[in-house]
């Protein structure tokens, strides 16, 4: 006789192994044609809103794990929220104008920009920019990111265009754009200027040079022929210099040094004495800044006046006091330059090279005119120490090369016309982590205006025409009218015609008399494009609402798309586009670096799914600290997979133990549980509340852990461990089993969704081993609810308690393992000697404990101090561990003196024999 075939063995066509790399582009397939999205807008109709908005990625090149973690990270949000109460529509998007697709055209395809137009040109980087957002979108697709990806939004599109064209008219007439010549970040390498989001810092070994500047009208306070000093790292803006800069409060010094008198801050004569090598010197008299104001010093090249003026950004950190100005090459320079009635002399051209207004240096680029204007300096007795320092210095973003400061006529959004109402938005804002509302309020009260336009062909022109007498032209009828326009034809149309054939028909304007009109040839900076979504996709479509519940990018969008949306929507509306904002750190190797492939150390989504599958790449998204920066690297994707593989061979325990359970005829009812199946559900309650208080907070990680203890802990080191004894053993009917079985179907639902924001893939293919369920997917069913169960505080505290006990009572078996008592827990017969605290709860164990212990013997040997020497000692209880006497019963492997007792049966135990005998009476 075949004892096995009367076990009630786990039985599932669920597969051990995910073989997620295979099995998860069918999963997709499946929701494509089932359009899951639909199906989950529809489940959640008429529910509350809410709006996670996406910011776009740029359209150029493959995803990378920072956009993993970004689009990850949003779709745990949008599927939670979906499962619980709201109808939370994901509408994802790109960005899709700018730098990077003109170089990807001009460079990497060789196309001949010069040759063709620029309504041609531009009509390639838009082909370009639609093969990227295809590649771009089956990429995010793979990672299991549900979305409305058929409808996203792209910021080329002319609807998109047309409303940001919209936000720029209403920012005009509430009269926040102006143009103007003020000095600007300018990329000569993109030939371009930037905003201050295109800025990153980077080392840079500039000169560093103490100049003399010889003073011509004292003023009756400093006599002529003293000098003031000036320190500075870039010499190639020695000749733009028109002043000189004090601050009012600070003490100078007249220092006399070998016959030469020099003005110095006295704070910093010590360190200009030992910069410029000075052996013996003396301070002669002090005076305030205040009396130097008006004084005229001579330029040192060119014998022009250089006033000296008083300024609030004079400090004493480094240089020498007396600052060198020259208001067409420094935003502080400027301001004080327009104060004192200053020309913006700015002899730079746009590729980085000096103009005729530098005379003796025309035609340099740049930084090579460093060294023949300081040898000039030097030959004019001007130069007093050339030095080298590599210091922190503005980079373009894109080109990786050194930016200047650079007065143009630009095209600008006035901040400060706002700025009260921009830092109430931000205080109105709620921040995780909350770190962020300081560090965008320090950047709105400090920053300047914004330069919105660019010297470049591919973006969204600036909607300004001119009339013949140069005047600009922002009127309610032009702006409506190329709006309308735009949406009709797209921005193209803006290159394709003349300015008389995009003005509105009958157009006139008294600066025209003749009724000709020219147009702006620059197009808006990128950041105005992503910023004007809160307008051109919240406003525009019918299935979103402005402003959003939430913002979800990279803490780098501080100064970029939380920056920019905040500015045009506060402009435009008065209001922040975003009740929230949440931010996430940078994913780097497992030893912290960034990622490069000069490195060799970049950890590819693509690879890691081919190899490990999304679902992995998801769990190791939950597992990380994700508000600061991340690291992953194949031994970090190795560890989650380990974790992965515990959760689905839970999944898997308990779908096969409930091959033979019907919710609807088996279900025990919670009163009618033992006490320890009782103890589980408030356990599996208590975890329901975690995972969804997490979820809400967005603390993924805790999720991760608390998921996984659950699995490890709870279940498989505990109940699962026990309960096989049950559940193989008993008959299909028996009340213990079907108890069991209860607890596992409630397990399973729960878990399946509480885990499903964060693996999709997995919990469907579960959901589709469990007959009982009539939803077709787990994405279309809400999240557990967390129950009231009677008596649940003292329950879990009394077998929290019989837990630690056990854990005493492991320890001991583990011990005798290693002594070679026993081989298995089952060979073992165990004695315990606990204290009174112990007794009693042993005693309210109603259980079978040596079910609990997984041993063959259990008895209560005695009070704790009548243990015996050997006994291995824990704080509540002593225990003895003895070879269980008996044989070892063929069929549940008890070891018991009953084997043999029963005539039929006489490998079996006496329990087994009577379950063996009432299975083939049903047979």
């Given at each position: 006789m075949e004892y096995k075939d009367t076990l009630l063995m786990p039985k599932t066509a669920f597969p051990m192994r995910g073989n997620l790399p295979n099995r998860e582009p069918e999963m997709q397939e499946k929701w494509e044609e089932m359009n899951i999205y639909k199906k989950v807008q529809d489940h959640t109709k008429g529910r509350p809103m809410f709006v996670l908005h996406d910011g776009p990625p740029y359209a150029n090149g493959d995803i990378h794990m920072g956009h993993a973690l970004n689009k990850i990270l949003k779709d745990f949000i949008v599927r939670y929220k979906s499962m619980s109460g709201y109808n939370a529509p994901y509408v994802p998007g790109w960005d899709t104008h700018g730098l990077p697709i003109e170089t990807a055209l001009t460079k990497n395809k060789k196309i001949k920009r010069k040759e063709m137009s620029v309504a041609e040109f531009r009509k390639l980087c838009e082909e370009y920019a639609w093969q990227q957002i295809e590649s771009q979108r089956e990429q995010f697709k793979r990672l299991g990111v549900r979305g409305d990806w058929d409808n996203p939004y792209v910021t080329l599109k002319p609807v998109y265009e047309a409303q940001q064209i919209k936000v720029f008219g209403e920012m005009a007439k509430k009269g926040y754009i102006y143009k103007g010549k003020k000095p600007v970040y300018w990329s000569p390498s993109s030939e371009s200027a930037l905003a201050e989001a295109e800025i990153e810092y980077a080392d840079k070994r500039s000169p560093s040079i103490y100049v003399a500047f010889d003073i011509i009208d004292g003023k009756d306070v400093l006599k002529n022929g003293e000098k003031f000093i000036i320190w500075t790292t870039t010499p190639w803006t020695i000749p733009a210099n028109l002043g000189i800069a004090v601050h009012a409060d600070l003490e100078y010094s007249i220092v006399e040094v070998e016959g030469n008198r020099y003005v110095v801050a006295s704070a910093l004569v010590d360190s200009v004495a030992k910069a410029v090598e000075w052996e013996a010197y003396t301070v002669d008299k002090t005076l305030k800044g205040s009396e130097l104001e008006h004084i005229v010093a001579s330029h040192p090249l060119y014998g022009r006046d250089s006033l000296v003026m008083l300024g609030e950004h004079v400090t004493t950190d480094a240089g020498t006091g007396c600052v060198h100005t020259a208001p067409g090459h420094g935003e502080d320079d400027f301001i004080i330059g327009q104060k004192n009635g200053l020309d913006v002399l700015c002899p730079v051209d746009e590729k980085g090279y000096m103009t005729g207004e530098a005379p003796g240096f025309e035609g340099l680029f740049y930084d090579e005119a460093n060294k023949p204007i300081t040898e000039k300096l030097d030959e004019a007795g001007a130069l007093l120490k050339l030095s080298f320092i590599t210091h922190s210095y503005p980079h373009d973003w894109r080109t990786k090369k050194p930016t200047i400061f650079r007065a143009t006529a630009q095209w600008f959004a006035s901040i400060k016309d706002f700025r009260e109402e921009l830092m109430q938005a931000v205080k109105e804002t709620k921040w995780v982590p909350a770190w962020g509302e300081t560090r965008l309020f320090n950047m709105?009260?400090?920053?300047?205006?914004?330069?919105?336009?660019?010297?470049?062909?591919?973006?969204?022109?600036?909607?300004?025409?001119?009339?013949?007498?140069?005047?600009?032209?922002?009127?309610?009828?032009?702006?409506?009218?190329?709006?309308?326009?735009?949406?009709?034809?797209?921005?193209?149309?803006?290159?394709?015609?003349?300015?008389?054939?995009?003005?509105?028909?009958?157009?006139?304007?008294?600066?025209?008399?003749?009724?000709?009109?020219?147009?702006?040839?620059?197009?808006m900076?990128?950041?105005?494009?992503?910023?004007?979504?809160?307008?051109?996709?919240?406003?525009?479509?019918?299935?979103?609402?402005?402003?959003?519940?939430?913002?979800?990018?990279?803490?780098?969008?501080?100064?970029?798309?939380?920056?920019?949306?905040?500015?045009?929507?506060?402009?435009?509306?008065?209001?922040?586009?975003?009740?929230?904002?949440?931010?996430?750190?940078?994913?780097?190797?497992?030893?912290?670096?960034?990622?490069?492939?000069?490195?060799?150390?970049?950890?590819?989504?693509?690879?890691?799914?081919?190899?490990?599958?999304?679902?992995?790449?998801?769990?190791?998204?939950?597992?990380?600290?994700?508000?600061?920066?991340?690291?992953?690297?194949?031994?970090?994707?190795?560890?989650?997979?380990?974790?992965?593989?515990?959760?689905?061979?839970?999944?898997?325990?308990?779908?096969?133990?409930?091959?033979?359970?019907?919710?609807?005829?088996?279900?025990?009812?919670?009163?009618?549980?033992?006490?320890?199946?009782?103890?589980?559900?408030?356990?599996?309650?208590?975890?329901?509340?975690?995972?969804?208080?997490?979820?809400?907070q967005y603390e993924y990680a805790a999720i991760y852990h608390a998921v996984h203890n659950f699995c490890t802990i709870e279940l498989s080191s505990f109940y699962l461990d026990f309960a096989k004894d049950i559940l193989y053993i008993e008959s299909a009917d028996h009340q213990d089993r079907r108890a069991i079985q209860t607890v596992l179907y409630e397990t399973l639902l729960s878990l399946v969704k509480l885990v499903t924001p964060i693996l999709p893939h997995t919990t469907d293919e579960v959901w589709q081993h469990i007959e009982s369920v009539k939803e077709e997917s787990v994405q279309l069913v809400d999240m557990p609810d967390v129950q009231k169960l009677e008596n649940a505080d003292a329950l879990e505290k009394k077998w929290d308690a019989f837990m630690a006990l056990r854990d005493d009572v492991l320890k001991a078996l583990e011990a005798a393992r290693n002594e070679k008592v026993i081989g298995k827990s089952l060979a073992a017969s165990i004695s315990l000697y606990p204290n009174e605290e112990s007794s009693n709860l042993l005693e309210s164990v109603n259980e079978d404990l040596k079910q609990l212990f997984i041993v063959s013997g259990f008895e209560i040997g005695g009070k704790y101090e009548e243990a015996p020497k050997d006994a291995h000692t824990f704080e509540t209880v002593k225990i003895v561990v003895n070879k269980a006497d008996g044989e070892t019963c063929e069929r549940c492997w008890i070891v018991t003196p009953e084997v043999g007792e029963d005539p039929d049966h006489q490998t079996l135990c006496l329990r087994c024999a009577s379950i063996v005998k009432e299975h083939y009476a049903n047979a």
């Open positions: 709105v009260r400090d920053r300047g205006d914004w330069c919105i336009s660019r010297q470049r062909a591919w973006g969204v022109p600036i909607p300004v025409f001119y009339a013949e007498n140069g005047e600009p032209i922002i009127t309610d009828e032009t702006i409506e009218h190329v709006s309308n326009l735009f949406r009709e034809h797209g921005s193209n149309v803006w290159f394709e015609r003349e300015a008389n054939e995009l003005l509105p028909e009958g157009f006139t304007h008294e600066g025209s008399p003749n009724g000709k009109f020219s147009k702006e040839q620059d197009i900076d990128v950041w105005f494009d992503s910023g004007s979504s809160h307008q051109a996709v919240l406003e525009e479509r019918e299935d979103l609402v402005r402003p959003a519940d939430l913002y979800l990018e990279g803490s780098d969008q501080y100064r970029g798309w939380f920056n920019s949306s905040l500015s045009t929507a506060v402009a435009v509306t008065g209001k922040a586009p975003y009740k929230g904002i949440l931010s996430h750190g940078f994913a780097l190797d497992g030893d912290g670096r960034k990622m490069s492939k000069s490195l060799g150390n970049v950890v590819v989504p693509a690879k890691v799914m081919k190899q490990l599958g999304a679902d992995i790449l998801r769990l190791w998204v939950a597992s990380v600290d994700y508000q600061a920066d991340v690291r992953v690297s194949d031994a970090i994707l190795k560890q989650v997979a380990e974790v992965y593989r515990k959760i689905r061979n839970t999944f898997r325990f308990l779908l096969g133990n409930l091959a033979d359970f019907d919710p609807n005829q088996n279900k025990v009812p919670y009163e009618e549980l033992r006490d320890v199946d009782r103890y589980m559900l408030v356990k599996l309650n208590k975890l329901t509340d975690k995972v969804k208080k997490s979820y809400e």
